[in-house]
């Protein structure tokens, strides 16, 4: 029989847990990094390093997690429906995630356009800066506002419905399509139930767990990933940059900030009923693997993990509402796209009334849903916001030296916010046991 404590010898071969090597990681890579900048960023030998060694290597981490997004997405939402047994018990979690959804979202958009107010991070510009940052993003910056040209609601909504979900499975761009699919799928499982339909369901279940094995290898290469993601971004920008940009960065840390540790612990601790500290101790792995990788799909099987074996929430929730959540919740993305939309107006001297501000807050969280999973997937839906109002989209070039930091920030409270919203969901539903949580020091310290 197997001891159900680890021996001391078996404890001292585990060493650090995960989250501190990716903390280790993230240090020496921004170290190194801003120590190579200051040295000399244009040297061959860096741009060799980058180009050749920590770049692919990045890109090879990411890879190896999109690679597994669309089977897990798929099996863990079919068999979080399937195991809700009911119809009417599948509408209630739904009404009940998107509900919390809206209103949380709304609460970090409102956030957002209090701080720009407050702030006017727009006005603190230099205008030498400003041509400077769009001369050197006219490229990127046009592809961009083809990209948010392109994007319109009316689409978003007949495109969640695929004609083809080969298809869907292979863009980004149609991750909803791919959770619509699984809903029906699961609904016709609970409808229709029988032996070949149990078969089935088993066989989602074996493909659920082959995923999370493979995972779980995969994410040991996190440390070594977030060291090579850090050391690019720091060597390619240093601090320049960010002091070029300074009030706009602070501006969007800040109401990250207010949203990240004020509002979503309140909300975890009297609507969720879990102390706030557990929650966040439970929840670092799958923050920091969203801060190296920059996107929530690809933290996705990180953030089922967590949610079960840390939170220990009911799976039958967690897979749904964390499912739906990395295609739909997107709490610090929309934050960030209404303190953007208001910054570049401030940039143009153009002056928003309240009515428009609160049509910025509804096209952001409205945008938050359709934004794509993915690094710097909020850049089009920005530029579609710029457009609706009247600001010119290709300001949004503006802010590109600095969006790949806060693309990292605002994706770490995005993944967040959906495993917030998942115990709060659970704790409504009567699913989450949080006294039998609390009181086990062994899951607070793991």
């Not at 701080?115 to 046009?142: C, E, R, T």
């Not at 369901?201 to 995972?215: D, P």
């Not at 990933?225 to 720091?234: E, H, R, W």
Request: with cysteine; net charge neutral; glycine share 10%.
């Amino acid at each position: 029989m197997q001891p159900l404590t680890p021996t001391p010898a078996a404890a001292e071969r585990k060493g650090l847990a995960l989250h501190f090597k990716v903390l280790i990681g993230f240090v020496l890579g921004a170290a190194i990094g801003l120590l190579v900048h200051f040295q000399g960023a244009d040297a061959p030998w860096v741009q060799a390093v980058i180009t050749y060694a920590a770049k692919p290597f990045g890109q090879i981490f990411l890879n190896l997690l999109f690679m597994l997004v669309v089977p897990l997405m798929f099996s863990a939402l079919v068999l979080g429906v399937a195991e809700l047994g009911d119809i009417a018990s599948l509408g209630r979690l739904g009404l009940r995630t998107l509900a919390y959804t809206a209103g949380v979202t709304g609460a970090a958009v409102l956030i957002g356009l209090v701080m720009v107010n407050l702030l006017q991070p727009g006005a603190h510009m230099d205008p030498a800066l400003v041509q400077q940052a769009m001369s050197s993003n006219v490229a990127k910056a046009g592809t961009i506002v083809e990209q948010g040209h392109q994007l319109n609601f009316v689409d978003l909504i007949v495109n969640i419905v695929p004609h083809n979900i080969v298809g869907a499975m292979g863009d980004d761009k149609q991750k909803l399509g791919i959770v619509f699919f699984a809903l029906m799928i699961g609904i016709g499982l609970v409808m229709r139930p029988s032996a070949g339909t149990h078969a089935f369901k088993g066989a989602l279940q074996g493909l659920f767990e082959v995923c999370m094995h493979l995972i779980g290898m995969f994410i040991r290469l996190a440390p070594y990933a977030v060291a090579c993601f850090m050391f690019i971004l720091c060597a390619q920008l240093g601090w320049d940059v960010l002091v070029g940009l300074g009030w706009f960065v602070i501006t969007v840390l800040l109401a990250l900030a207010i949203h990240g540790f004020v509002v979503l612990p309140l909300w975890v601790r009297f609507m969720g009923g879990m102390s706030p500290r557990v929650f966040f101790r439970g929840t670092q792995e799958a923050t920091l693997t969203a801060f190296a990788t920059a996107s929530s799909a690809a933290t996705l099987p990180v953030t089922l993990r967590v949610a079960e074996e840390n939170l220990k929430l009911p799976r039958k929730v967690s897979r749904f509402v964390l499912t739906v959540g990395a295609s739909a919740n997107h709490h610090g993305t929309a934050l960030f796209e209404g303190i953007t939309v208001l910054f570049l107006a401030q940039v143009y001297g153009m002056h928003l009334p309240i009515a428009e501000q609160v049509l910025v807050l509804v096209l952001c969280i409205l945008g938050g849903i359709g934004t794509a999973g993915i690094p710097s997937g909020s850049l089009p839906v920005i530029a579609m916001i710029c457009g609706i109002i009247g600001l010119k989209p290709e300001g949004i070039g503006i802010i590109l030296g600095v969006n790949t930091f806060l693309d990292m920030c605002r994706t770490a409270l995005n993944v967040t916010g959906d495993l917030a919203t998942a115990v709060v969901v659970s704790t409504r539903s009567g699913e989450l046991d949080v006294p039998e949580i609390e009181v086990r020091p062994d899951a607070a310290m793991h």
